[in-house]
């Protein structure tokens, strides 16, 4: 940092407010810092959550199961506001105890079942409503294999990249140049595999698609990290062509409304079908 060499301490300790955009929530322990109810709608499934790429992967999923007509997929959802620290009151902390969005309380049986992270929702939601993941072994294995690699790799777009890129206090040429190497590279594995599929896992869309579009296609679509052109994202053909498909989707153009509290196209809360104009 500032050009100087950093000799890490025999022992780390935590300054408050080092971190940038997002230094105010970020913290080394967890846990509830204060009280806070979450509210309850009327429907079996509630979702807290904001439209973050996490937070639209389980939007979109729920709007394609309403689309669907699966009875029980109607759902309330419910904005946590992470800049304000909504994560750390208590009632949600109950739901997901490491504090991140989304997270979904199920209560359409007998005792209500909280589902954290998002790639567990995604599939809850599709093993509850039978939906959205093959049920021949092989498909079952290459989705969830796609879904996997989707959890495991957008840490290093996200947290690495986009972080070091976009909010981090100071330009970091060792760190942008790493994870702008890792984006790429797993832009071209994505690209790889469509080139001679559909979609991600096959010629079926299924939650692999609605894991990994709200990283990888927005972010060849120009609509995460403003990062388009520095990772020359146009070189990806089979992924701009796979993303704009799935960005047509009715499902996943509402999907990307819901929980948003940002922009020209708000809608914090959605408690019916009805609310999207």
């Given amino acids: 940092m500032n050009g100087k060499s950093y000799t890490p301490p025999k022992v780390w300790t935590w300054k408050p407010g080092n971190g940038g955009r ?15 109810a979450l509210p309850m709608g009327k429907h079996p499934l509630q979702l807290y959550s904001l439209a973050t790429p996490n937070g639209v992967k389980v939007t979109v999923m729920l709007e394609e199961l309403v689309v669907l ?14 800049n304000d620290g909504d994560q750390f009151g ?23 079942i909280r589902i954290f992270e998002s790639g567990a ?12 993941m093959p049920s021949d072994p092989s498909g079952r294995a290459e989705c969830l294999s796609w879904l996997f690699w989707q959890m495991g790799s957008a840490p290093f777009l996200g947290g690495g990249f986009g972080h070091f890129y976009a909010y981090a ?29 559909r979609y991600v896992s096959g ?8 894991a990994i579009w709200p990283w ?32 047509a989707r009715p499902a996943v153009k509402r999907g990307c409304l819901v929980n948003r ?17």
């Fill in 261 to 277: 509290t940002w922009g020209p196209e708000q809608l914090p809360e959605r408690h019916a079908s009805s609310d999207f104009i």
């Fill in 169 to 197: 206090p100071e330009k970091i040429e060792y760190a942008i140049d790493r994870y702008a190497m890792e984006s790429k590279r797993q832009l071209d594995v994505l690209d790889r595999q469509l080139a001679g599929n």
């Fill in 121 to 132: 929702i995604l599939l809850h939601l599709a093993e509850k409503f039978g939906s959205l």
């Fill in 69 to 82: 007509g699966h009875q029980g997929a109607e759902y309330d959802a419910w904005p946590i506001r992470i």
């Fill in 216 to 247: 990888y296609g927005q972010l060849v679509l120009g609509e995460l990290y403003g990062a388009a052109e520095f990772l020359q994202v146009h070189e990806y053909r089979n992924v701009v062509r796979w993303a704009q498909e799935i960005a």
């Fill in 22 to 36: 997002f230094a105010s929530i970020n913290r080394p322990t967890a846990g509830a810092t204060h009280e806070k």
């Fill in 203 to 210: 010629n079926e869309y299924t939650i692999a698609d609605i």
């Fill in 90 to 112: 208590n009632g949600f902390v109950e739901i997901n105890p490491n504090s991140k969005v989304p997270a979904l309380l199920d209560r359409s049986g007998p005792n209500p």
